[in-house]
């Protein structure tokens, strides 16, 4: 996904178009920070790319707190992966009422789901997005998604990281959760199911995720929160505040204390010295900001 900061004025006017389409740099440069989003105070609206006023950036960058929600679901489906999974769990869900033969087992792998996902989401955040780069027979080895997911810290209010990392999730997710449904149910109504509705759960996950990270105002006390607390991961301390949309988990293992008795760590942008030196010099590891 290519992307660039815009200038002009708002999105309706064809100079505005035009200078989005001619605009250069890495997206949400010059744009609000996390801060500026969690507080409503920084440069606000007005101070995108070269300062001229904006409704939003041109398709695809980072859009302003001026954006709609419904500019943000044109720009998180920008990526075509994502377009095509979303209408996946849409045909499995058909297919499978089409297949009929509802049974009760249904109704319980699907409880099995909702309490067991806080946990799948709390431990693949910390043994394998955040796992520590390898040395292996003098070379670095590492999965892709925990190097995507480092690039996301590094990066947290750039689009292309966000969103480049949710089409590469969904896909993963669709081998993974079609393998280990067939492998332990075995069961092809039940499968579809699983499938079903464990994949509309991820791209509802993806979404949010990408919300958070966005200069879009929630309009909830639940997405408030937990906005607030996935900031406070990326700008307070990496070690806390896994859980992304559910923190049962967080709770259960302790990992989501009181805000105000976790010291600022300095590797919460760079998840620690060794997988900064991989990431390479290129990376903006700026701490501006951060959630207090």
Do not use: C
Not at 109 to 134: C, D, N, Q, R, S
Not at 148 to 167: G, K, L, Q
Not at 178 to 184: E, N, R, T
């Amino acid at each position: 996904m290519q992307h660039g900061s815009a200038a002009g004025g708002r999105r309706g006017s064809a100079a505005g178009r035009q200078a989005g389409r001619g605009g250069a740099g890495r997206a949400g440069e010059g744009g609000p920070t996390m801060g500026d989003v969690m507080t409503g105070s920084g440069a606000g609206p007005s101070s995108v790319g070269n300062g001229a006023p904006a409704a939003a950036l041109s398709f695809p960058g980072r859009l302003t707190a001026e954006a709609s929600l419904a500019d943000h679901v044109r720009l998180f489906f920008h990526e075509p992966v994502l377009r095509i999974m979303a209408v996946v769990p849409v045909i499995a869900v058909g297919i499978r009422v089409a297949m009929g033969n509802w049974r009760l087992a249904d109704l319980a792998v699907l409880a099995l789901l909702f309490v067991i996902f806080p946990f799948a989401e709390w431990g693949i955040h910390v043994f394998v997005l955040h796992a520590k780069p390898k040395r292996l027979f003098g070379r670095t080895v590492e999965l892709g998604a925990t190097r995507n997911h480092r690039d996301h810290h590094a990066r947290p209010t750039d689009p292309s990281m966000s969103v480049a990392e949710s089409a590469r999730n969904m896909v993963e997710f669709s081998v993974g959760i079609l393998i280990l449904a067939g492998v332990v149910l075995r069961d092809v109504p039940l499968v579809l199911t699983v499938f079903a509705f464990a994949w509309a759960g991820v791209l509802a996950y993806e979404w949010s995720h990408y919300l958070i990270h966005s200069a879009w105002h929630p309009q909830s006390t639940w997405f408030a929160k937990r906005r607030h607390l996935h900031l406070l991961h990326h700008y307070r301390s990496e070690h806390h505040w896994f859980g992304v949309v559910a923190h049962g988990a967080d709770l259960v293992f302790r990992t989501a204390p009181k805000p105000r008795t976790v010291p600022r760590s300095p590797t919460a942008r760079d998840l620690g010295a060794e997988a900064a030196r991989v990431l390479g010099p290129s990376a903006d590891l700026r701490d501006d900001t951060h959630p207090h």
